[in-house]
């Protein structure tokens, strides 16, 4: 990194140099990481737009196909199935944040050991997703999973969730909340530790308490761990690929299909690599991440603008 | 302190919440339990129907037998080659890019740093299929550096993110005074600020240790063989070759979710002031 400020010994250049350091320094500072996250980010996204009006199996030459490719999407089955699941994910995933918050006001007491509990509660969330995908597949698994024989004893007979196509991809979310509302959890329980005092004590001689004083007093300071909480969440639930793929590979019959994966099936898929309507998929993909992004991005700016 | 302490609530209260705190975090971590219970029961007891049941035996072997007839030793030992590289070099180039955000003001300042940030977010699946191709044609698919070069890309988003707003709170007052006296730019970020930088850059290498390690979707992209596969994608083709033999698959997936772990409750309070940057104001 000093080869770009190495002293120079011109002393006209050198001169030069001094006066435009100030405006110079912060663009050779940037340079390598605006040079790497253009090359592996900004500009794959736009070749992804522009493959996607393409069929191209990855090796031979590319044929144009227009609009071909979004054309044959919007008459697939599998898409609209993997789009469905997108919506159920995106909604029941959003409860990680009330359960994280659950969580975070039920651990949030200074008894003994409460920070052994607090970590060990944390803990699913630095668990790979294939790991916590294989340890609820042994969870639900037919015949022997705790969770079969639970129902099993409950109702005398057990569930495959995994197998049943109405099922799996909740089961599928359930696998994924786990970790998420560890997530929620730990920034609430950095929110509620910085909540004013003085408030809380104003609030409880006007005799509030309870929910009523969760919902006027705490909640409205929680407010920057909530957006937080939100941002990773819906970005989670539309990332959603590492579980789909461990748990049931899209099955049984491609029921439990998210775009995210469905893409990864087309692009390279055993039975032949169709990277430009991968791409058409990725594109819907990004569209609709698109959205919740420029609201987010909206408004980090805007509070960003404030704090000049 | 909300909600109200339970020391000053009534005894029952207090006894109350004692007894179910471990009764929760027991039904929390069943799943875990479940597996790590699992994994060291030998595989005699699973024929025989008993899963739940008091273990015959503790079965360490389990843990020898997925070593020996495994290459998870192999994958252990890729996960670490594209981990350590990744965090040295995301963390070093988002010192750099932090510091040109942080602390100079010029036009595209905003505009820069917005582009990480959003870029930040995008969807895997938008970048797969290019991405794939420019590994491919720099001759560094199915190898560890392919993997490497694409994760320190895409983490410097995140990255400068977080150094950039650490930065941004710094005292400013020290880089004005040392302006005056005249100490170059590179000096200054070099001697004054980067010192300044030593927890940021400890919470966010194993904020980024943890998200290289997990990482599940780019191994399967960009690498194929055992040769260069990091652990998730390992475990999923062994998940696929011991069917039925949960045994294996559960101490298999015990031993790729420890260094992690470990990292964890060794730099606990660097990790969680990480991952909670943002959430107070």
């Known amino acids: 990194m000093t080869t770009a400020v190495l002293p120079d010994t011109n002393p006209r250049t050198r001169s030069w140099w001094r006066r435009n350091q100030q405006s110079l320094t912060p663009w050779l500072f940037l340079a390598p990481g605006i040079v790497m996250f253009v090359i592996y980010v900004i500009l794959p996204i736009f070749q992804s737009f522009w493959l996607s009006f393409y069929d191209w199996d990855g090796l031979g030459e590319k044929t144009w196909l227009g609009w071909g490719n979004y054309v044959e999407l919007f008459d697939d089955?599998?898409?609209?199935?993997?789009?469905?699941?997108?919506v159920i994910w995106l909604v029941l995933y959003l409860l990680a944040v009330p359960a994280g918050l659950a969580i975070a006001v039920f651990l949030n007491q200074a008894v003994i050991g409460i920070r052994i509990y607090k970590s060990l509660f944390f803990f699913p969330f630095v668990i790979s997703q294939v790991v916590v995908g294989l340890m609820f597949s042994w969870f639900y698994a037919p015949g022997f999973g705790l969770f079969y024989k639970l129902v099993e004893w409950l109702t005398g007979t057990g569930v495959a969730v995994l197998a049943d196509p109405d099922l799996v991809t909740y089961g599928i979310i359930v696998a994924g909340l786990w970790p998420q509302i560890a997530y929620c959890m730990i920034l609430y329980l950095t929110g509620l530790n910085n909540v004013s005092p003085d408030q809380i004590e104003a609030a409880r001689l006007d005799g509030a308490k309870g929910l009523k004083m969760l919902w006027y007093v705490i909640l409205p300071q929680l407010r920057p761990a909530t957006f937080l909480a939100v941002v990773v969440t819906v970005i989670g639930a539309l990332r959603s690929f590492d579980l789909v793929s461990i748990m049931t590979d899209g099955g049984p019959f491609g029921s439990s299909r998210v775009l995210s994966f469905y893409m990864y099936e087309q692009a390279l898929s055993e039975y032949g690599y169709r990277m430009g309507y991968g791409a058409a998929i990725a594109v819907i993909l990004f569209l609709i991440m698109m959205v919740f992004i420029s609201g987010f991005i909206w408004k980090m700016i805007r509070d960003e603008k404030e704090g000049y | 302190m909300f909600p109200r302490p339970v020391q000053d609530r009534s005894s029952a209260a207090r006894i109350g919440y004692q007894i179910a705190l471990p009764i929760v975090l027991f039904i929390w971590l069943l799943p875990l339990l479940g597996v790590a219970m699992t994994s060291l029961r030998p595989s005699s007891d699973l024929a025989a129907g008993n899963y739940f049941g008091w273990p015959s035996a503790i079965a360490f072997s389990n843990y020898a037998e997925v070593f020996q007839n495994s290459p998870i030793g192999q994958y252990i030992l890729n996960s670490f080659k594209v981990t350590i590289p990744t965090v040295i070099g995301a963390v070093a180039l988002s010192c750099m890019t932090g510091f040109a955000l942080g602390v100079y003001r010029f036009r595209s300042n905003l505009l820069i740093f917005f582009m990480f940030v959003a870029g930040?977010?995008?969807?895997?699946?938008i970048l797969m299929v290019p991405v794939r191709d420019l590994t491919v044609s720099l001759g560094l698919y199915n190898k560890v550096s392919?993997?490497?070069?694409?994760?320190?890309?895409?983490?410097?988003?995140?990255?400068?993110?977080?150094?950039?707003?650490?930065?941004?709170?710094l005292p400013r007052e020290l880089i004005e005074a040392a302006r005056v006296e005249g100490v170059?730019?590179?000096?200054?970020?070099?001697?004054?600020?980067?010192?300044?930088?030593?927890?940021?850059?400890?919470a966010l290498s194993v904020l980024v240790f943890t998200f290289i390690w997990n990482d599940y979707f780019w191994a399967t992209v960009l690498t194929t063989s055992a040769t260069t596969q990091p652990v998730t994608a390992g475990l999923y083709s062994l998940n696929g070759q011991w069917i039925a033999s949960w045994h294996l698959v559960s101490a298999g997936s015990i031993v790729a979710a420890m260094p992690p772990v470990l990292m964890f409750f060794a730099m606990q309070r660097h990790f969680i002031a990480g991952l909670t940057l943002g959430a107070v104001k």
Not at chain 1, 77 to 86: E, G, I
Not at chain 2, 120 to 125: A, L, T
Not at chain 2, 147 to 169: D, E, K, P, Y
Request: glycine share 4%.
């Open chain 2, 120 to 125: 930040n977010f995008v969807p895997f699946q």
């Open chain 2, 184 to 202: 170059a730019e590179w000096r200054i970020f070099w001697f004054i600020v980067l010192p300044l930088m030593r927890p940021a850059i400890a």
């Open chain 1, 77 to 86: 089955d599998a898409f609209y199935t993997s789009l469905k699941n997108n």
């Open chain 2, 146 to 169: 392919g993997l490497v070069l694409f994760h320190v890309a895409f983490q410097s988003g995140f990255c400068t993110l977080f150094m950039r707003n650490f930065i941004r709170a």
